[in-house]
């Protein structure tokens, strides 16, 4: 290519949009601005727009330009495989050399490096993690000073809002302050509300210049569909996605908030003659990209997936979203709506909440944001001169594998740790708990969910898209005039009497195994290593696994009427959820019949406890017998952040009385509910060293 002069800038980059995108593709005017920024005057740039708006194109049109000029190699920081596998083909529609170095492909990072030292690459994509790699750093420390553009994508991850997606965003500061001073720099985002966009703005220098357009999209329809029940929401979302098949013929994406709901939800849906695959982090690589390319040209009638199919997958054509289960912030509903409706005149998006909701929200939002004690217990348990692994440093610290790696990496960022061969060392640098910053981040936590609530309520008059839009501070937010606030607009959905029933069978005949544990975790004193087969239970069953798996409502109802006055109500919710603790009995298809109940202590559940083995005890005629009792008052399980801690709490918590006369045969274990399984397997090991009997546990529900 030759040389292309400032004036040619914007006729130049106007014929490489129609190579990108087609002859009829027409320059943006904030696209055209942009590109003359950083090509002509070699500027940082911040570009807040809206999904599907054109943000890639502003950089492989920016990279063509700016290797023509003869300088550098463009370098992406980009958060999601799914993002960079498009994006390399978009680069690649331009003649641009494109490759990637992740997670799934190190046997090519040496062949890439070469070519990136050869300056036989123009663009090379890469995750925030690679900025903190042993093995990256130097390659980056070479190619920073001869950089001809630096892209910063999702850069709302810079900001409060993205530091638990991914800390090591936070390294691009140190990656700027590595730039030749000439160096341009284009940072992207569709979801950044006036304080973050300041505040990127801010961290990429003084004289950035921040193009913001308007985020409401007008081919979305938005509406909030509520329905009573887990297996109504399932047989209303298979009516809603066979509507569409004749219709439309194109397909579309249902979100959920939990890996089991996504495969659960896909696999009925399935079963139910519909073209559906269920996508998540549980999904082999190369089964990700046959999903995404079948959804792409629409051989599917839907992917079911949690948020792993999300930022970045490039589909103009899809025809809807929906929400089974609403999502934690309007920030994160944003992203995911914005997947639809790119290229087509309607797409609808529907939100369907669901009981659970709520705590899904808190779970993961907690799992962010540090806390002060277990900043100081991991500190405290690491040493400048032997690495700790993380196995050693979860005896220390009660905190979970995910939220201690959250913590390691954060604390990496700001230079207290360091990773090094065999684990984790301290480096001495002294670090103090930004006390204000997660005071501000759990505040802003709460603000989103009070947001989300008042969307799921989605008032009469309320317009969806302006109550998007304006949480992201947009100034053009206004009323869309087509969402179901606006006009009352709902998808004409008829649900089957024969959709409802197979879906109530679906949900309510699926046996939730409780599978046991294999090994002891580190730390234990007196018990290590494998967990001898005669300690553990049989492979157990749960009756419930969240909300929507069927019965998640009926033991929500149970527990809430336990609480209540109204005696005929907690007998009705008991009487329901009891026939369903006999249906799961009546499939069970154990080797030898138990002979006993054995109810575990609970400190918050008793009478349900005691009324559910009393009932059992009765209609199986098996005597009920207090064996576990409480032998000192531990914390909470909730309280207990990973299997150690775990493990440890439950052998303390509980013994076995002597004097109970339990029968020869196997042991009905009961409980109201399992999330870790250690208390289930801590009771079993001292039954079956008390008794020897084999152990089958049941429980009300199990967390997904």
């Not at 196995?391 to 220390?396: F, N, Q, T, V």
Request: one cysteine or more; aromatic letters at 4%; charged letters at 25%.
């Amino acid at each position: 290519m030759t040389e292309i002069r400032a004036a040619d800038t914007s006729a130049a980059a106007a014929a490489l949009l129609m190579r990108l995108a087609g002859r009829d593709a027409v320059l943006r005017d904030d696209q055209a601005e942009a590109v003359g920024a950083l090509v002509d005057d070699r500027a940082r740039v911040l570009l807040v727009q809206r999904t599907g708006w054109g943000k890639s194109a502003v950089y492989w049109i920016a990279t063509a330009l700016r290797r023509a000029q003869g300088a550098g190699p463009t370098l992406v920081v980009s958060p999601l495989l799914a993002l960079m596998r498009d994006q390399v083909g978009a680069a690649r529609r331009l003649g641009l050399a494109a490759e990637t170095i992740n997670s799934t492909n190190p046997e090519a990072w040496s062949a890439i490096t070469a070519q990136l030292a050869a300056d036989a690459l123009d663009v090379l994509l890469i995750s925030p993690e690679r900025l903190n790699s042993a093995g990256f750093r130097p390659h980056l420390a070479e190619l920073a000073p001869r950089l001809g553009l630096l892209v910063v994508d999702e850069a709302h991850c810079i900001s409060d809002w993205g530091h638990d997606f991914r800390p090591d965003y936070r390294r691009i500061g140190d990656l700027l302050a590595g730039l030749a001073p000439t160096t341009p720099v284009l940072a992207c985002t569709a979801t950044a509300n006036a304080r973050v966009t300041a505040d990127v703005a801010g961290q990429l220098g003084a004289e950035t210049v921040t193009l913001r357009g308007r985020l409401g999209r007008d081919s979305l329809q938005l509406a909030v569909v509520r329905q009573p029940t887990a297996e109504r929401r399932l047989a209303w979302l298979e009516a809603f996605v066979r509507s569409h098949r004749p219709v439309h013929g194109r397909a579309g994406v249902v979100y959920t908030l939990t890996v089991a709901d996504a495969h659960r939800t896909a696999e009925h849906l399935a079963a139910r003659g519909l073209a559906v695959a269920g996508y998540a982090s549980d999904v082999a690589p190369e089964d990700r990209l046959r999903i995404e390319d079948d959804l792409r040209h629409n051989r599917l009638d839907a992917v079911v997936s949690t948020s792993a199919l999300g930022m970045g997958y490039d589909k103009p054509d899809l025809a809807f979203v929906v929400h089974l289960g609403a999502p934690s912030s309007p920030v994160a509903y944003y992203q995911q709506v914005g997947r639809a409706g790119r290229a087509i005149e309607t797409a609808e998006v529907l939100l369907l909440p669901t009981g659970g909701d709520e705590a899904i929200w808190r779970h993961f939002d907690l799992t962010g944001i540090p806390r002060r004690e277990e900043a100081d217990a991991l500190l405290s348990a690491l040493d400048r001169d032997r690495p700790a692994s993380l196995p050693a440093l979860e005896k220390a610290v009660n905190a979970g594998r995910s939220r201690l790696e959250l913590l390691l990496k954060v604390l990496d960022v700001d230079g207290a740790v360091v990773r090094v061969e065999g684990g984790w060392r301290a480096t001495g640098q002294p670090w103090t708990y930004d006390e204000e910053r997660y005071r501000r981040l759990a505040d802003l936590r709460r603000a989103e969910h009070a947001a989300m609530r008042e969307l799921c309520r989605a008032e009469p008059g309320l317009c969806l898209m302006r109550f998007l839009t304006g949480q992201l501070d947009d100034p053009e937010s206004a009323p869309c005039g087509r969402c179901g606030g606006c006009t009352g607009w709902a998808p004409d959905v008829a649900v089957e009497a024969d959709a409802l029933a197979s879906a109530r069978t679906y949900l309510r005949q699926r046996d939730v195994p409780l599978h046991p544990r294999r090994q002891w975790p580190a730390g234990l004193p007196g018990r290590r290593g494998k967990l001898p087969p005669e300690l553990r239970h049989e492979v157990g069953r749960a009756l419930a696994a969240g909300v929507e798996s069927g019965w998640g409502d009926a033991v929500a109802a149970l527990l809430a009427a336990a609480d209540g006055i109204d005696a005929a109500a907690y007998r009705l919710s008991l009487d329901e959820v009891v026939g369903g603790l006999v249906a799961v009995l009546a499939r069970w298809g154990w080797s030898a019949r138990p002979t006993a109940i054995v109810p575990i202590p609970s400190r918050t559940h008793a009478r349900v406890l005691a009324d559910l083995a009393g009932e059992l005890g009765r209609l199986g005629r098996l005597p009920v017998v207090p064996a576990v009792v409480r032998a000192v008052d531990t914390p909470r399980q909730s309280e207990m952040g990973n299997s150690t801690h775990r493990a440890r709490n439950a052998l303390a918590a509980y013994r076995i009385d002597p004097g109970a006369a339990l029968p020869d045969g196997p042991v009905l274990l009961v409980d109201v509910a399992t999330d870790s399984g250690w208390t289930l397997t801590a009771v079993t090991a001292l039954l079956r060293q008390a008794h020897g009997a084999p152990v089958l546990p049941l429980v009300l529900s199990s967390r997904p």
